[in-house]
Nanobody
Framework: QVQLVESGGGLVQAGGSLRLSCVAS????????MGWYRQAPGKQREFVAD???????NYADSVKGRFTISRDNGQNTVNLEMNSLKPEDTAVYYC?????????WGRGAQVTVSS
C-alpha cells in the first residue's frame, strides 16, 4: 500500500510562484508515474503534469512553460514548481502515484491565486 502526503501551496498574487511537494511511502515499485492533477470549484479534476520514474515528463498545455515537475526517486518525492501563476490556476492540487493499473491519490493541497 502506498501513501501520499502533499505539502506546499497557499495563497499568492497573480504572477507569483508556489511549490508543491508530495512524498510517497509504503510499497514503492518501479517503473511508476507520479504526477499532479487539480480540481477547481465546480469543475472536473484535470491533469496538470506527471513524471515517469525514468525522468520523462508530460504537461498539460495550460501549464507548459510555467510549471516544472521533478522527482527524487531516492526520496520518493515529486515536486511541482509553479511560476507565473494565474487566477485560473486556483484549485485543489492532488498528487497521484500510478503503478500499472494501481492509482493512489493524496488528500490535496489548496492553491489560490488572487488577481
Amino acid at each position: 500500500q502506498v501513501q501520499l502526503v502533499e505539502s506546499g501551496g497557499g495563497l499568492v498574487q497573480a504572477g507569483g510562484s508556489l511549490r508543491l511537494s508530495c512524498v510517497a511511502s509504503g510499497s514503492i515499485f518501479s517503473p511508476n508515474v507520479m504526477g499532479w492533477y487539480r480540481q477547481a470549484p465546480g469543475k472536473q479534476r484535470e491533469f496538470v503534469a506527471d513524471i515517469i520514474s525514468n525522468g520523462r515528463s508530460n504537461y498539460a498545455d495550460s501549464v507548459k512553460g510555467r510549471f516544472t515537475i521533478s522527482r527524487d526517486n531516492g526520496q520518493n518525492t515529486v515536486n511541482l514548481e509553479m511560476n507565473s501563476l494565474k487566477p485560473e490556476d486556483t484549485a485543489v492540487y492532488y498528487c497521484q502515484f500510478a503503478y500499472f493499473s494501481n492509482y493512489v491519490w493524496g488528500r490535496g493541497a489548496q492553491v489560490t491565486v488572487s488577481s
